[in-house]
């Protein structure tokens, strides 16, 4: 059974700091790993995808994959009010195929 | 470009009906696939559906079925309705190409209380 480990959280931060998620799946063989951000009563919505070792970065927010040590990180720099939200892990094992394994989330709370 | 569209958005049923969920992917995308969000469970695979076939299937009941229309529409049936099935259903749509990647894109789901 495939599994992705998340901090629950809640994790707080102040404004303006970087706020850290971390990740850990249990599958050597996953291919591809994104990070999906949900609002309180909203769908999932994809901030970043990675697929190969090293730092991927989008604006404010960075990548981290490890596939040796089969750990994935979200970096989220400058941290606003409008980032607080759960940030979902997922990763997949099939290049064609959808078959996600999604973490439990990690809260994440911006304090003004 | 329109995204994936989820309906009914808000449903209440009674324990022991059936019912069905539609998704319209983004145009262009092949593949949908279905997932249940509840408190308790997080967010899980139901199954996903490509050129109308069944491709992949999660750790679901027989209850739980599919199927995937010629022009990518997809919808999902939940016979037997329990108290447990209550949760948020999610349509995701990807262009499931060898060189297009397999980035999923969420619609805004089907809440479906069962009383």
């Known amino acids: 059974q495939k599994e992705v480990e998340q901090n629950s959280g809640p994790l707080s931060v102040p404004e303006g700091a970087i706020a850290s998620l971390n990740c850990t799946y249990s599958d050597r063989v996953s291919q591809s790993f994104f990070w999906y951000r949900q609002y309180s009563g909203k769908s999932p919505e994809l901030i970043m995808s990675?697929?190969?070792?090293g730092d991927k970065e989008d604006g404010r927010f960075t990548a981290q994959l490890n596939k040796a040590s089969q750990y994935v990180s979200l970096l989220i720099r400058d941290s606003q009010p409008s980032d607080s939200a759960t940030y979902l892990c997922a990763v997949n094992d099939d290049n064609y195929g959808q078959n996600f394994v999604f973490g439990p989330g990690t809260r994440l709370s911006v304090l003004p | 470009k329109a995204g994936v569209t989820q309906t009914p958005r808000y449903l209440i049923k009674t324990r022991g009906q059936q019912v069905t969920l539609s998704c319209s992917p983004i145009s262009g995308h092949r593949s949908v696939s279905w997932y249940q969000q509840t408190p308790g469970q997080g967010l899980q695979f139901l199954f996903e559906?490509?050129?109308?076939?069944?491709?992949n299937k999660g750790n679901f009941p027989g209850r739980f079925s599919g199927r995937q229309f010629s022009n990518s529409r997809s919808e999902m049936n939940v016979s037997t309705l329990e108290l447990g099935d209550s949760a948020l259903y999610l349509c995701?749509?990807?262009?499931?190409?060898?060189?297009?990647?397999?980035?999923?894109?969420f619609g805004e789901g089907s809440w479906l209380t069962v009383v």
């Open positions: 990675i697929y190969s070792n």
């Open positions: 995701a749509s990807s262009l499931s190409g060898p060189t297009s990647g397999n980035t999923i894109y």
């Open positions: 559906y490509f050129s109308e076939t069944q491709r």
